[in-house]
């Protein structure tokens, strides 16, 4: 008796988290941390289109942003970007590009654009616009390509 009450109060509490943790969408900026909105502003001509606000166990987990030009940019829940990418035809803004990582695109891969960037705990990851994908450690020094 007493396992199926424990069961029953264990599948209780899951429905409950899963559906505090419904995420929500907005179409306008004002939900975004205000750090999230600066760098918006300062980087990018288009503006939000689509916020999808991620939330885990009923707290804001991250942002993910779509622009009207199609640009997408994640932050995290303090406003801090993650990622960011472009369409092929337009480029990462030069401000979300550490200059180790622009010097060495510039040297090896001439011609090409960032349109890819994604900041992770040893350093980030930089997809250019012929498709390579790059891993660059936090220092923006080139470590390898990626599969």
Do not use: C
């Not at 209780?12 to 918006?40: E, R």
């Not at 960011?84 to 035809?89: D, R, T």
């Amino acid at each position: 008796m007493f396992k199926k009450i424990f069961i029953a109060l264990i599948a209780v509490i899951g429905i409950a988290a899963v559906g505090q943790a419904k995420d929500k969408y907005a179409h306008d900026a004002s939900v975004l941390p205000k750090a999230a909105q600066t760098v918006i502003a300062n980087n990018f001509k288009a503006k939000v289109s689509l916020v999808k606000i991620d939330k885990d166990f009923g707290r804001v987990s991250e942002y993910e942003v779509i622009l009207t030009d199609g640009s997408e940019v994640t932050f995290d829940r303090d406003g801090n970007w993650k990622n960011v990418e472009v369409k092929v035809s337009g480029s990462v803004p030069s401000a979300f590009i550490p200059a180790g990582v622009a010097n060495y695109v510039k040297a090896h891969h001439k011609g090409q654009k960032v349109i890819g960037i994604e900041k992770e705990g040893s350093g980030y990851e930089v997809e250019l616009s012929n498709g390579i994908d790059m891993k660059f450690n936090k220092n923006g020094e080139f470590v390898r390509y990626d599969d």
